[in-house]
């Protein structure tokens, strides 16, 4: 595609859209140019962008919908300073600060989890690295997950050395999880106490020890519609095996606490976009869905999505999972891991 290429008309872009289909299909990667243009599509072609999103979603997870669900093992008194979180202590957000649970009330959630139909429970922990002692009760509660639940065991524990890898595999983990928040050239405005390539680093630390990794970010920080689709080309580089895309819930005490939140039609128009450009990764749905989707659940599910973070989130009470089995369930899709 020509960068000067100029869409003016719904056949311009229904021309786009043929186009981009045909190329996915020959497993030709979408470009930057190309994605950049999807997001200057007009509201009313938004529908047929997201059906092509969930063709190509349904050629690669067929009628499944994988589930995942987490536990805020650490809450709050975070020493990071990520504009969004009202964890972090350089803000006035309303957060309880909870020390680490302990190895037999993370396995309990784990079991919750699953009795509720989750197929994964991730281990959550503000702030940076964890203390030993802390990190300790994470690898114990790993160990504990497996012998007790058959759900697949996730963690995000911040920041990881060499050593630390090795003793979550040595546990039973499966799959690590450390997001990137935002494009790279956003970065910068959000957070300040660590880097982007921080970020990264941990991921390839988990990648290169053979943990499946689980890694995207948050939507509408106040990034372009260019740095939207910049954060998708560096996540599709990077490679993970699931991008969670979550949108912003402005939280009150925090920096953006004052953001105008996304609408719903932008939202599915993105995690359209996400779908296409990367065709073979699993897309999550997670934080902010409720809120920007409201009673429309069915839409993102339509839109190139193929799991779900379902349950209660890090500070915030999530929609009940029996209302989004009874959504997956009326679109003749089925809760089943992915890689099963």
Do not use: W
Request: glycine content about 8%; hydrophobic content about 40%; aromatic content about 4%.
């Amino acid at each position: 595609m020509n960068s000067a290429e100029v869409y003016n008309t719904d056949a311009d872009f229904r021309r786009l859209l043929d186009r981009l289909e045909a190329r996915i299909e020959q497993e030709s990667p979408v470009t930057f140019d190309e994605a950049l243009a999807l997001t200057e599509l007009p509201d009313e072609l938004v529908p047929a962008l997201s059906a092509l999103a969930d063709r190509v979603r349904r050629r690669l997870s067929g009628r499944s919908v994988d589930l995942c669900s987490i536990v805020s093992a650490r809450t709050g008194a975070c020493g990071e300073d990520c504009a969004f979180c009202a964890q972090s202590a350089h803000y006035h957000g309303v957060c309880d600060i909870q020390a680490m649970s302990s190895a037999e009330e993370i396995v309990e959630a784990a079991k919750r989890a699953e009795a509720s139909g989750a197929h994964r429970l991730g281990i959550v922990t503000s702030g940076g690295a964890l203390s030993d002692e802390d990190f300790a009760i994470a690898v114990d509660s790993v160990a504990k997950m497996g012998a007790s639940t058959g759900l697949g065991r996730c963690a995000s524990l911040g920041s990881l050395t060499p050593e630390r890898v090795k003793r979550l595999v040595d546990a039973g983990l499966d799959r690590y999880h450390h997001n990137l928040e935002t494009a790279r050239s956003h970065f910068g405005s959000i957070c300040s106490t660590h880097s982007y390539d921080d970020r990264v680093a941990v991921v390839r630390m988990a990648q290169e020890a053979g943990l499946e990794t689980c890694s995207g970010g948050i939507l509408n920080l106040g990034e372009t519609p260019r740095q939207r689709i910049e954060f998708a080309l560096e996540l599709r580089e990077l490679g993970p095996d699931c991008v969670p895309v979550n949108f912003l819930d402005p939280r009150p005490g925090t920096p953006l606490e004052h953001r105008e939140k996304i609408s719903a039609t932008e939202a599915a128009k993105y995690l359209a976009i996400y779908r296409l450009v990367m065709p073979k990764t699993r897309l999550r749905l997670a934080g902010g869905r409720e809120s920007t989707f409201g009673a429309s659940a069915e839409v993102p599910l339509t839109s190139g999505v193929d799991a779900m973070l379902v349950g209660d989130l890090l500070t915030t009470a999530g929609p009940s999972v029996a209302d989004d089995l009874a959504t997956i369930d009326a679109l003749d899709l089925e809760a089943r891991p992915l890689d099963a």
